[in-house]
């Protein structure tokens, strides 16, 4: 995706180190509330080929650009969400957000078909908590208007009158709409784990895979642990949750009896500690982890090639 700098616009024209300076935080918007990195690249360049197509009159009379870029990409988040429930009533098994790496392992893009330059450093989201895998999730629970609301105000900290004009409600109906919102976090959501103990779960269930050792493996779930896989249709993995920690175990051993030479690493994975499974060195899986108590209560398994592009750098149909 081409920025504006490479846009073939005059490097003279007005305004423009604030539009370039304002890409990277409509992707750290867009993304959250799409749960998507392609989605969210599509409504930033959506977005400024906007801009672009007013006139130098109407660009200039526009006091905040910035604040007019983010309007914008949030309207066009904002319809997306609303036509994202059909398409994904068509998906094939389920739809999990799109993972993302830790900024140190992002993938470069391939150029021209050979070999591969820099992501980015704009495409890149900040990784915290607001990025999680079981916050996203959360998140796909919520109407549209609650995840816009409140992800704008309680994320991004814009004052319920600024989020009234963006999304075309009064600031009384937003107050509403993220309040709601909470709820659903709360309801939903349990205590984050510090990132240190997750880091040695992950490590201990890493072990415990590679070792193929079921017992240990059923040790570090919880009895009512879920496992949900996203193949999307493309690959072959469960179309259903896989629910109880002895039936995930047992899947999980069958998955690497069936794949000998399946790498487990251990990554970041939306901010908090992961696996990424390798195949012949090419990333398969990335697996995301939710815990209690001090067992995993939920993973979250993307297998979607269409959503590993930062991690393995592939061409996927948008960079065709």
């Known amino acids: 995706m081409s920025n504006p700098s490479e846009s073939g616009h ?24 799409l749960g998507s990195l392609s989605e969210a690249e599509d409504a930033v360049q959506e977005t400024y080929t906007r801009w672009y197509a007013m006139s130098r009159e109407r660009q200039e009379a526009i006091e905040a ?10 309207r066009i988040c904002l319809d997306q969400l609303g036509s994202a429930r059909a398409r ?15 900024r140190t392992e992002w993938h470069g893009r391939p150029v021209g078909g050979s070999g591969t330059e820099p992501a980015d450093p704009a495409d890149r989201v900040t990784l915290d908590e607001s990025v ?32 009234a004009e963006i999304v075309g409600r009064t600031p009384a109906a937003c107050r509403q709409l993220a309040s709601s919102a909470r709820r659903r ?14 880091a040695a779960l992950v490590r201990n269930f ?20 879920t496992m949900i896989a996203d193949g999307g249709g493309l690959v072959g993995t469960a179309l259903r949750p896989v629910e109880g ?43 995301a982890f939710d815990l209690t ?9 993307v297998r979607n090639p269409e959503k590993l592009r930062p991690w393995t750098g592939s061409r996927g149909p948008r960079d065709a």
């Open 132 to 163: 999680s895998m079981a916050f996203l999730v959360v998140l796909e629970s919520m109407t549209p208007a609650e995840r816009v609301a409140f992800i704008l105000h309680d994320v991004f900290r814009y004052p319920f009158a600024e989020v």
């Open 185 to 198: 976090i709360r309801a939903e959501r349990a205590p984050v784990a510090a990132t240190g103990e997750q």
């Open 206 to 225: 890493k072990e415990a895979w590679e070792a193929k050792d079921i017992e240990a493996l059923v040790d570090l779930l919880d009895p009512d642990a």
């Open 245 to 287: 920690s002895e039936r995930i175990a047992e899947y999980l051993i069958h998955i690497a009896a069936k794949a000998p030479g399946l790498t487990l690493l251990e990554r970041t994975v939306n901010g908090r500690p992961g696996l990424v499974a390798q195949h012949t060195g090419v990333t398969v899986t990335v697996a």
């Open 65 to 74: 650009p910035g604040a007019w870029l983010t309007t914008v990409a949030t």
């Open 10 to 33: 005059d490097p003279s024209e007005p305004n423009l180190s604030a539009l370039v300076g304002e890409r990277r935080h409509l992707i750290n918007l867009a993304y959250r509330l």
């Open 88 to 102: 994904r009533e068509r998906y094939v098994g389920a739809w999990i957000p799109e993972p993302l790496p830790d």
């Open 293 to 301: 108590d001090g067992r995993v209560t939920r993973i979250w398994a």
